[in-house]
């Protein structure tokens, strides 16, 4: 079913607003260009909503709701929505009436709680990811949600899409076009002159980590590493690492004090198993000082062993954290799904991207910062 309104719907209302003296200025001109990027956005974040794992709660309905009304009223944007006509358009998104029979100040709560919800916790997951999809796109402007308090029978609350500048953090495409020309003056091709085959390239996306357990959802929101937190990981790892060493210790002990082959045996034994305990619990995060990113360990993984810790710090973030995340592309040889995984026996010590179609065949390099590869295999 299309949503978007029709060319003549559009023209017809940024001419109506154009003329329209009391109509108010605000951080996006109203011209025709501007409200076209508007029904652009929103129509292109609803896509990505829709694929989203949590696709199926009320909170995404409700964004999906606003989205909705935005693409039908890209006008009213700017001064949002009510409750009430959210409520109706969730409606219209999950197939079936929401909050019939309710009074309005009944609809007005729960639209008011999921909207809550999507800004606490779906929305500052998934907003990397959208800010990154909207500038690879092509686009200088991305979604942002707002609500704005009413105060009485007459002035309802108000929920709000506005687009808004990419921020500099992540409005890298300058620095990364740079590095893509040098590269292509040095391989002697343009760019735009990639086809699929031995020069086919992939750009990543940053995707939020899904059904996190509960002991990794401290990283897949960003695991802050600043004040107990902080003290709480060195504790880790000065634990962990003092309980291998004297596990180790064990062994030169144990030779002098019994000639016994079984005490050695068991000596070395005990060293290795608490070794490898330590080094599959938390070795991976001792590396990310150096790396900056590295496969996450086994509590942090799901089934597909797809997920990664990368540090971050300033300048490229606002504060310094670890942050367990997947990335992931779209193959340009097949279509399929390429997710940044373990190089394997090939490609050791090193992350790479697969295409799950074609795992041994499609391989591309993996780059974090700029987050592009080009074809391996």
Request: with cysteine; net charge neutral.
């Amino acid at each position: 079913m299309s949503i978007a309104p029709s060319l003549m719907t559009v023209t017809s209302r940024i001419t109506a607003q154009a003329a329209s003296p009391e109509h108010p200025a605000n951080g996006v001109e109203r011209g025709f260009v501007d409200l076209q990027d508007v029904v652009l956005a929103a129509h292109r974040l609803d896509a990505l909503a829709a694929r989203w794992p949590e696709r199926k709660l009320l909170n995404v309905a409700v964004l999906r709701a606003l989205l909705l009304l935005v693409q039908r009223e890209p006008g009213q944007a700017e001064e949002g929505f009510d409750a009430w006509a959210i409520a109706a358009a969730v409606g219209t998104v999950i197939g079936r009436k929401w909050a019939t029979g309710d009074t309005r100040d009944e609809i007005s709560a729960k639209v008011r709680d999921q909207w809550q919800r999507l800004t606490s916790q779906t929305w500052p997951k998934k907003e990397e990811g959208i800010h990154q999809h909207f500038r690879d796109s092509g686009l200088n402007l991305v979604p942002t949600l707002s609500r704005e308090e009413g105060g009485g029978q007459g002035n309802p609350t108000r929920y709000r899409f506005r687009l808004q500048h990419l921020p500099e953090s992540d409005a890298g495409g300058t620095e990364q076009d740079e590095v893509g020309t040098v590269a292509s003056a040095v391989s002697g091709r343009a760019p735009e002159q990639d086809v699929p085959g031995r020069d086919a390239r992939v750009t990543y996306i940053c995707e939020d980590v899904e059904d996190a357990s509960w002991l990794a959802r401290s990283f897949a929101q960003g695991f802050q590493l600043a004040g107990w937190r902080r003290l709480a990981l060195r504790s880790a790892f000065i634990l962990g690492i003092l309980t291998v060493a004297l596990m180790a210790l064990l062994i030169p002990l144990t030779v002098v004090t019994t000639r016994s082959p079984g005490d050695i045996a068991n000596a070395v034994f005990s060293a290795v198993v608490f070794g490898y305990a330590f080094w599959s619990t938390l070795g991976t995060l001792l590396m990310l000082h150096r790396w900056r990113i590295a496969l996450a360990p086994w509590w942090m993984q799901s089934v597909d062993d797809d997920r990664l810790v990368e540090w971050r710090c300033p300048p490229r973030h606002a504060d310094k954290s670890i942050k367990a995340v997947r990335y992931a592309a779209r193959c340009p040889l097949c279509g399929g799904k390429v997710v940044a995984c373990s190089g394997g026996m090939r490609h050791s010590w090193r992350i790479v991207g697969r295409c799950e179609e074609a795992p041994a065949a499609h391989v591309f390099a993996f780059d974090h910062v700029l987050r592009e590869g080009n074809r391996l295999l």
